[in-house]
Structure formats: structure tokens, C-alpha cells
């Protein structure tokens, strides 16, 4: 059976969100009293994760600088959707689960990928964690050795909905998120992955993402958690 090779997935590639984007995100969302270790201990990542079954097996050898920058979209769009004009919070972390478990290395280069992800970005830059997002795409290489197997995925979702956590911080001070209109929503679904010679496998997927929805503008993403919460 022919090894799989290292597959974009939210289980294999995440390098966190940065301290400041993280300090801002937990100020917007919830109140300075909620702010106590324990409320940032949930949003660095300390719950529960879910991984796939071959998280060990799909883990790169290295991880894409933070500081790298997403490229200007080559000609053609390449497989990355553009991004929705939903105005729901759950439903567009929906849609932005699907883009970032869906890839396609036979008509997408990774500069396309980037620049194609990067579009599902908020424009606001002090709550834009682009970081967290360029840590689920494979460096360089690994994307061309995808790229010399044909490496393919489809993503199906199966839920989506807001941590009790964030509901509860939200029960207790609901004007804490009108500052920046940003939720925090879970998304859990299925990876399929396909390569040359039929080869392939599915897994689940789980995420949590910061989406930002303001009052009658479509929502956008924030940035991604380095772990599911529950």
C-alpha cells in the first residue's frame, strides 16, 4: 500500500494564535473579569482536541514562517472557493471549515492556496491572526511533493455551534461582543484524501474558529484555535 503523504488538515498543520492576536481576540469576546486564566487557558487550546487517525503519520517535517505573507493570487483562481456573503456566524465558519479541508494540488499552487485563503481574511488588521491560518498549509516542499502525486481532498461538515464557554461568557456580559462582533464556533466534519493509483483515505476533522460578523456586513475569518473547544 502506498504511503500517504502529508495532507492539508487542520489536525496536521497549526502553529496557534500569536500572543497579540490572542490578547485581543479574548479582550473583544469576553469581559476583562472572564479574562482570568482560566477563559485564556480555553482559548490557547488547553480543551479537549480531536485529531485524525493519522495525525502522526500526516505531521510535516517543518512548519511555514509566521511571518511569511500571502501572495498575490496568480492567473486563475485555482480550487479555493472565494468567499461566501453569509452574515451568520455558525453558518460561515461552516463554509470556512469546508474551504480549509478541501485542496487541490493538480490545479492549485501553494501561492494560489494562500492567496486564495487569505481572501476569507477579516480586513480589520488588529484581529486578523493571518499566522494561525498560514500554519495549516505545508511549507514548499512538502506542497510540491503533494503536488508530484496528484493529492486531492473534499470535505464534507457535519455541525457546526458555539462552545459552552463562549455562550456562557456571553450569557454573563452580552455586550461584550460589540466591540469586534467576534464568535468563536466549532466546526466538526470529514476529510476525504485522494492520490495517484487510487490511493486515499477519510478522516474526521474539528476546529474551532474566531469569525467576525458585524451588524449587516458579511462575517469573515479571524483567526484559527489551535484546538477544539467542546
Given at each position: 500500500?502506498?504511503?500517504?503523504?502529508?495532507?492539508?488538515?487542520?489536525?496536521?498543520?497549526?502553529?496557534?494564535?500569536?500572543?497579540?492576536?490572542?490578547?485581543?481576540?479574548?479582550?473583544?469576546?469576553?469581559?476583562?473579569?472572564?479574562?482570568?486564566?482560566?477563559?485564556?487557558?480555553?482559548?490557547?487550546?488547553?480543551?479537549?482536541?480531536?485529531?485524525?487517525?493519522?495525525?502522526?503519520?500526516?505531521?510535516?517535517?517543518?512548519?511555514?514562517?509566521?511571518?511569511?505573507?500571502?501572495?498575490?493570487?496568480?492567473?486563475?483562481?485555482?480550487?479555493?472557493?472565494?468567499?461566501?456573503?453569509?452574515?451568520?456566524?455558525?453558518?460561515?465558519?461552516?463554509?470556512?471549515?469546508?474551504?480549509?479541508?478541501?485542496?487541490?494540488?493538480?490545479?492549485?499552487?501553494?501561492?494560489?492556496?494562500?492567496?486564495?485563503?487569505?481572501?476569507?481574511?477579516?480586513?480589520?488588521?488588529?484581529?486578523?491572526?493571518?499566522?494561525?491560518?498560514?500554519?495549516q498549509v505545508p511549507d514548499p516542499v512538502l506542497w510540491s511533493r503533494m503536488a508530484d502525486q496528484d493529492q486531492h481532498a473534499t470535505a464534507s461538515v457535519t455541525e457546526g455551534h458555539y462552545p459552552s464557554a463562549f455562550k456562557q461568557a456571553l450569557?454573563?456580559?452580552?455586550?461584550?461582543?460589540?466591540?469586534?462582533?467576534?464568535?468563536?464556533?466549532?466546526?466538526?466534519?470529514?476529510?476525504?484524501?485522494?492520490?495517484?493509483?487510487?490511493?486515499?483515505?477519510?478522516?474526521?476533522?474539528?476546529?474551532?474558529?474566531?469569525?467576525?460578523?458585524?451588524?449587516?456586513?458579511?462575517?469573515?475569518?479571524?483567526?484559527?484555535?489551535?484546538?477544539?473547544?467542546?
Open positions: 500500500m502506498q504511503k500517504r503523504l502529508p495532507s492539508l488538515s487542520l489536525s496536521s498543520y497549526g502553529i496557534g494564535w500569536s500572543a497579540n492576536k490572542r490578547i485581543a481576540i479574548v479582550t473583544v469576546v469576553v469581559t476583562v473579569l472572564l479574562a482570568t486564566a482560566a477563559t485564556v487557558a480555553w482559548l490557547s487550546g488547553n480543551g479537549n482536541g480531536r485529531q485524525g487517525p493519522d495525525h502522526a503519520a500526516s505531521a510535516p517535517a517543518s512548519s511555514p514562517p509566521s511571518s511569511e505573507a500571502a501572495p498575490k493570487p496568480a492567473p486563475g483562481s485555482g480550487s479555493v472557493p472565494k468567499p461566501p456573503q453569509i452574515a451568520e456566524p455558525v453558518a460561515y465558519a461552516k463554509a470556512v471549515a469546508q474551504m480549509l479541508w478541501s485542496y487541490d494540488t493538480r490545479n492549485t499552487s501553494r501561492d494560489q492556496q494562500l492567496a486564495g485563503m487569505r481572501a476569507w481574511m477579516t480586513n480589520e488588521p488588529t484581529y486578523a491572526d493571518w499566522a494561525s491560518v498560514l500554519g450569557a454573563d456580559d452580552p455586550s461584550a461582543i460589540t466591540k469586534a462582533y467576534i464568535y468563536v464556533v466549532t466546526v466538526n466534519g470529514k476529510q476525504q484524501i485522494a492520490w495517484k493509483k487510487d490511493g486515499g483515505g477519510a478522516e474526521e476533522r474539528a476546529v474551532t474558529l474566531a469569525v467576525q460578523c458585524r451588524p449587516n456586513h458579511d462575517c469573515a475569518l479571524a483567526a484559527i484555535a489551535p484546538s477544539v473547544t467542546q
